[in-house]
């Protein structure tokens, strides 16, 4: 059959993904292994190739069996941090300079007294981190009524987003917010803290995904910026979310002349070219 088949703009690694990679890499190799608290980013396929090198990932501060410890890029919070330094742990820092930013701006808006409100998943490790840097001044939440219902209704709102939060959706929520939680005498501080490698990705997506007839969104299925790639592509056109080539069905291809392809923030450009070569092959066939 004849398929055209096209890649978006701007895949593999982010700038924060390839940083923590490096870092990562550079210290196994002088050190012979290193430990990181939790995953480092989300990729299964990214891991496991960082554990063959000798990275090894820890549950907790706790379970730590070294003298270093290296932060993910998505992150932690103050009282993580201080847990790591009363065991006195050597720490490698592979934060995203992006959510540091962010984790900065919410500890500020708490300090100047605004009732902190991070839009974004509130299980996600990045919003866990930013919340924390609020202290006891915040939510992490995806709904504005949720706001609206809490008793007293903070007269002061400081609101930001998930690094990795669709800019459409972010200000979508800040409206929400206006409506149902602005009140007499009521103060509004809104700072937009989503990547911009993250906004030209879902961009360059979505403008792909406008001119075929079928996607294909590479990337871990626990990825909060693969899944909301996915999200906004399928709202254009037929979208597949695939982790690697090995998933891609030969019925999923039927009727199809343009397939585009995307991968999130932390799948490398290795994993996207084995989708464009398996499916080349598959349309050769």
Same mark, same amino acid.
């Given at each position: 059959m004849s398929v055209k088949i096209e890649k978006a703009a701007g895949t593999g690694f982010c700038f924060g993904v390839k940083?923590?990679?490096?870092?990562?890499?550079?210290?196994?190799?002088?050190?012979?292994?290193?430990?990181? !608290? =939790?995953?480092? *980013?989300?990729?299964?396929?990214?891991?496991?190739?960082?554990?063959? !090198? =000798?990275?090894? *990932?820890?549950?907790s501060v706790a379970k730590v069996k070294g003298s270093t410890l290296a932060i993910g890029a998505h992150g932690v919070g103050p009282e993580v941090e201080a847990e790591i330094n009363s065991r006195k742990l050597k720490i490698i820092d592979t934060t995203c300079r992006s959510v540091h930013r962010a984790q900065a701006i919410a500890e500020r808006l708490s300090k100047a007294g605004f009732f902190v409100v991070v839009y974004g998943d509130a299980n996600h490790p990045e919003v866990k981190g930013i919340l924390a840097w609020a202290g006891d001044k915040g939510i992490a939440t995806q709904d504005a009524e949720v706001i609206a219902r809490l008793t007293p209704l903070p007269k002061k709102i400081g609101v930001l987003s998930q690094t990795t939060g669709i800019p459409s959706s972010f200000i979508e929520f800040v409206k929400g917010l206006l409506d149902t939680s602005f009140a007499k005498d009521s103060e509004l501080h809104v700072v937009d803290t989503i990547c911009h490698d993250i906004r030209q990705r879902q961009s360059s997506a979505q403008k792909l995904a406008e001119k075929v007839d079928l996607m294909f969104v590479v990337g871990d299925h626990t990825s909060a910026n693969t899944n909301r790639l996915a999200e906004l592509c399928s709202k254009l056109t037929k979208t597949y979310l695939i982790e690697t080539a090995d998933e891609i069905k030969r019925q999923w291809l039927k009727g199809h002349k343009h397939v585009g392809i995307t991968g999130g923030a932390s799948t490398a450009e290795e994993t996207i070219n084995e989708v464009v070569s398996r499916l080349e092959q598959m349309t050769r066939d």
């Open positions: 940083r923590a990679i490096t870092i990562l890499e550079r210290t196994a190799e002088e050190q012979g292994s290193v430990e990181t !608290l =939790g995953a480092v *980013v989300h990729n299964k396929q990214v891991l496991q190739r960082l554990k063959e !090198l =000798g990275v090894s *990932v820890a549950d």
